[in-house]
């Protein structure tokens, strides 16, 4: 793909690239507020049509998040759209599943290690609550999927390597499909590998994450060439 050179970009991707410059700056975070609109034209010295035509490009790159009546603030995931890799086009889900689970194998075992080595007591916490919130979740038989993801998100984040976080979509697009190819059956073996993962990362055991989260995959794995598989 051919970056386009400044003088080639129109005017609303010139000022989009300037407001990006503005938010590193000023060190702004994912929720901050930008300033109005006034202020920013101002600052910028570009009019005010310029300028919603630039939100709205940032806007699409998922870089900030407009909110009416309230203003424009920073998104939760900065430059990293819903479904970055196209996942929605790919019409064979059920290769879809096991190549991404190929990848996550790569990836997933690793970060666990790396979590369990960096991660600070917040970090620990939150691991630990969202492990405690599936298994409720799971107990219950009610639908635990959004809470997996965090509890996936809250490891990779953990990490502290910046380009991880960048990685979260493939691990959370892969997590509903997996829940809906499986049926849920695999209610025990989440939680024991959760717990495992969890546990293993509480107490800076980077070896016995690594384990715990690459076992956790091969049950996923055997649900997915087993989905008949029954409690």
Known sequence: MTTLSQEEKSLPQKISDDIIALILEENLKPGD?????TILSQRLDVG???????????????????????GTYIAASPGMVEDPLGFIFIDNKQKLVQDLLEVRFLLEPSIAAMAATRADEKDIKKITALCDEVETLLKNHEDHTQKDIDFHTAIALSSKNVVVPRLIPV???????FVETTGG????????S??????????RDPLRAQDAMYLHLVYNR???CNPSHKQ
């Open 33 to 37: 507020r930008l300033p109005n609109e």
């Open 48 to 70: 005010r049509s310029s300028l919603r035509e630039a939100m709205k490009l940032l806007a699409s790159r998922n870089i900030v998040t407009v909110r009416q009546g309230s």
């Open 171 to 177: 691990i959370n697009s892969s997590i509903p499909l």
């Open 185 to 192: 059956i695999l209610r025990r073996e989440t939680i024991e």
């Open 194 to 203: 959760h717990r495992e993962i969890a546990d293993a990362i509480a107490r």
């Open 222 to 224: 055997k649900g997915i």
